[in-house]
């Protein structure tokens, strides 16, 4: 009797949620981007290279959280550690934004970055990625 192919088998619920919040986050970084692209475009700033470079760094990293995100739903395996890096930077990023007046912002942060390693590491989504 021959194992059921990797994709055959549902992934599990861990796996698919932190699939599901690695797009929201790069859906509300696209969402910067567009509007600080709209800043850009309209705003007279001393440093217009600054702020592009800005944009575009928020824009790429949108595009780099999707494609994560599109990589762990085919249960590619390289993808994890990129995004629990990311995650663990943002949750360092998340303490100053908190401390510094911008709880609106930090604590939304801090509550997502805990989730996606939270449900990374996961040993339903260890075993569904193949990692042991």
């Known amino acids: 009797m021959t194992s059921p192919a990797v994709h055959e ?4 619920a861990t796996l698919r949620w ?17 509007f600080l ?6 705003v007279k700033t001393a440093d217009v290279g600054q ?31 990129l995004a629990i890096a990311l995650q663990l930077i943002l949750l ?3 303490g100053p934004m908190i401390r510094g007046g911008q709880v609106w912002l930090g604590l ?3 509550v997502l970055a805990v989730s996606i390693i939270g449900l990374l590491v996961a040993p339903a989504t260890r075993e569904a990625l193949g990692i042991r």
């Open 9 to 12: 088998i549902p992934a599990p």
């Open 51 to 81: 702020a592009f470079a800005i944009t575009v760094y928020t824009a790429g990293l949108a595009v780099v959280l999707a494609v994560l995100g599109v990589s762990l739903r085919r249960r590619r395996t390289w993808p994890r550690g």
């Open 18 to 34: 932190a699939v599901r919040l690695l797009w929201v986050e790069a859906a509300a970084l696209a969402l910067v981007a567009g």
């Open 108 to 110: 939304p942060a801090l």
């Open 37 to 42: 692209l709209y800043e850009d475009l309209t």
């Open 92 to 94: 360092f990023l998340s």
